[in-house]
């Protein structure tokens, strides 16, 4: 980026007033649910703002510029809950808000799993600064501008690139802040920032698409529009004369663009939710070897900059760094308050989800997994749900390019990879390092041993 396109930020004074003054309102509103009979109660209170634009064949299609607020609250009267939002801030608003939430509580059966998480898990002292702040003074004409040469840049890779779906820049800016009855109250302010697009090679009969993008915290930390638009190019071209191959077992990469997916899939399985309804292939794993002795999987919510980072939950709980694999064993689960009480078990600071999950991996770039891979496909689209929670079923349609001999052959499209998750994790084969820093679920390509492709 530019020094232009990367100047930033608020001063650290006008930071420090408007997480102030959110935490003043959620203190503000705790305090009437109190006087109003609430036993106990949770706010959540958000404000952000944002700007995106949009240009397709150089012509702006959209500019949005957005600013919104609201605030949500939870009650508890005993073991009953109710639950309103608005996005009102005015105080009769706010009133209304937290007796419809009453109203709601004194209506609802008792729920033994209801309430707040305990006291001594809220985070005491000073929250720790994460660095997630990065202001961008960037207006519509540059924003406008800066797509234009990211476009450009794709559509002049190659005579073959007839067509684009447009180029996007975005920028948007949050504050959240939280407390509840136990006196605790926090906020944390973000930025995220990004630049995408997306262009059409080929005619009729043999057309592909394909995209690139770059996001971060901080808008200096993007990469360049031109090499966004030559990567996307890149990518696209290379797509051209893709066809089916035959059904076989064989083994699949599944490139850093889609491997994250797979590790989404372990973080709903074992996600407390469906635990207790007991819809997970994984129930009861707790301490059983499901990947191969060599990996580790942590969670680091306390990454600076990164965009998964928090030092609190949804419930308030304060977050920390653990593993929920360690030598290929199962060692934590992902749990929020309410779904801990379910399990008989102690939350882990996962309200909402995890928080900048990373896999160890095996010291291997593209060209050394392709190598070690040697005939079979390199997965770089998914399509399609066909993921089973319960069983672990996987049936995907994918796309990317077929390997022979440790190199690409050509593209590949119209296949199905097919497998069960707790088998693909246990024939895990190599992890590269060829990670992606963007996302909350960060990875290099995955290889796994075995699976079955679905063609012509």
Request: aromatic content about 4%; charged content about 20%.
């Amino acid at each position: 980026m530019t020094q232009e396109q990367g100047r930033s930020t608020p001063s650290e004074q006008t930071t420090l007033q408007e997480r102030a003054a959110l935490e003043e309102r959620v203190a503000r509103i705790l305090e009437i649910a109190r006087t109003r009979g609430a036993d106990s109660a949770e706010v959540a209170v958000s404000r952000s703002e944002g700007l995106a634009v949009s240009v397709r064949h150089g012509e702006v299609e959209t500019v949005e510029q957005t600013r919104d607020q609201g605030f949500g609250i939870t009650v508890y009267l005993g073991r009953r809950k109710g639950s309103a939002s608005t996005s009102d801030s005015s105080e009769n608003a706010i009133a209304a808000t937290v007796e419809k939430a009453l109203s709601i509580a004194r209506y609802t059966a008792e729920d033994p799993a209801a309430g707040l998480a305990d006291a001594e898990l809220m985070p005491g002292g000073p929250l720790p600064d994460l660095d997630l702040c990065h202001a961008w003074d960037i207006d519509v004409g540059e924003a406008t501008e800066l797509a234009r040469i990211c476009e450009a840049a794709a559509l002049g890779f190659d005579e073959r690139i007839t067509n684009s779906d447009g180029a996007n820049v975005n920028s948007g800016r949050s504050c959240r802040a939280y407390g509840n009855s136990h006196g605790f109250i926090g906020s944390e302010l973000a930025t995220r920032h990004g630049l995408s697009v997306a262009v059409i090679a080929g005619r009729e009969g043999g057309m592909q698409r394909d995209y690139a993008f770059t996001m971060d915290r901080s808008p200096a930390a993007l990469e360049a529009a031109e090499e966004i638009g030559r990567r996307a190019g890149e990518r696209t071209v290379a797509r051209l004369g893709a066809r089916p191959v035959p059904t076989a077992r064989v083994p699949v990469l599944f490139s850093h663009d889609v491997a994250a997916g797979l590790l989404g899939h372990l973080v709903s399985a074992i996600s407390g939710g469906n635990l207790y309804r007991r819809s997970s292939f994984l129930l009861d794993a707790l301490g059983q070897q499901i990947f191969p002795q060599r990996v580790q999987i942590e969670e680091r919510p306390h990454l600076p900059r990164a965009l998964g980072s928090a030092s609190f939950d949804g419930d308030g709980v304060a977050t920390r760094p653990k593993h929920l694999v360690a030598d290929g064993k199962l060692t934590s689960y992902v749990l929020s308050a309410y779904s801990a009480r379910r399990l008989g078990l102690v939350t882990t600071g996962n309200a909402g989800g995890v928080h900048n999950l990373r896999i160890s991996d095996d010291g291997l770039d593209l060209p050394a997994l392709l190598a070690r891979l040697g005939r079979g496909l390199l997965v770089t689209e998914l399509m399609g749900q066909g993921v089973n929670g319960v069983t672990g079923d996987y049936s995907r349609g994918a796309a990317g390019f077929w390997v022979e001999n440790g190199e690409i052959s050509h593209p590949v499209q119209e296949v199905t990879v097919a497998g069960n998750l707790r088998e693909m994790f246990l024939n895990l084969d190599a992890i590269g390092n060829d990670t992606l820093r963007p996302g909350n679920i960060v990875c290099g390509s995955l290889l796994i041993d075995g699976m079955t492709l679905s063609g012509s």
